[in-house]
């Protein structure tokens, strides 16, 4: 069982940053892959980014490369989301999510590869 937490939500401005953390618990968290899925309003839950479970490798939608970093520290249990130069189309409330053990960041396509997701937290872009 993985029990996952967001924080770092809020409001922001076009072009500004935020970060966003995924507190974990349970005694598999080391050995999982971790994404980061959004939803906006009135669209489908959507991938966002993915780390596999030896941070070795990481994967992004095309929408956000460039702009957000994924990372992870095994030793805190923790999973990160680095949003820079956010768009007011980045506004949706962001999931963390855990994947299956021993899983890279490909092994992630879409919510059907999700075993475990966090409550959300919300991030709005203001134009």
């Known amino acids: 069982q993985v029990q996952l937490v967001e924080s770092g939500g809020g409001l922001v401005q076009a072009g500004g940053s935020l970060r966003l953390s995924c507190a974990a618990s349970?005694?598999?968290?080391?050995?999982?892959?971790m994404a980061w899925f959004r939803q906006a309003p009135g669209k489908e839950r959507e991938f966002v980014a993915a780390?596999?479970?030896?941070?070795?490798?990481?994967k992004y939608t095309d929408s956000v490369k460039g702009r957000f970093i994924v990372s992870r520290d095994n030793a805190k249990n923790t999973v990160s989301l680095q949003m820079n130069s956010l768009k007011p189309e980045d506004t949706a409330v962001y999931y963390c999510?855990?994947?299956?053990?021993?899983?890279?960041?490909?092994?992630?396509?879409?919510?059907?590869?999700?075993?475990?997701w966090g409550q959300g937290t919300q991030v709005t872009v203001s134009s």
């Open positions: 999510a855990a994947s299956s053990s021993f899983g890279n960041a490909n092994s992630i396509a879409g919510p059907n590869d999700i075993n475990y």
């Open positions: 349970g005694r598999t968290f080391s050995s999982r892959a």
């Open positions: 780390i596999g479970w030896k941070s070795i490798d990481t």
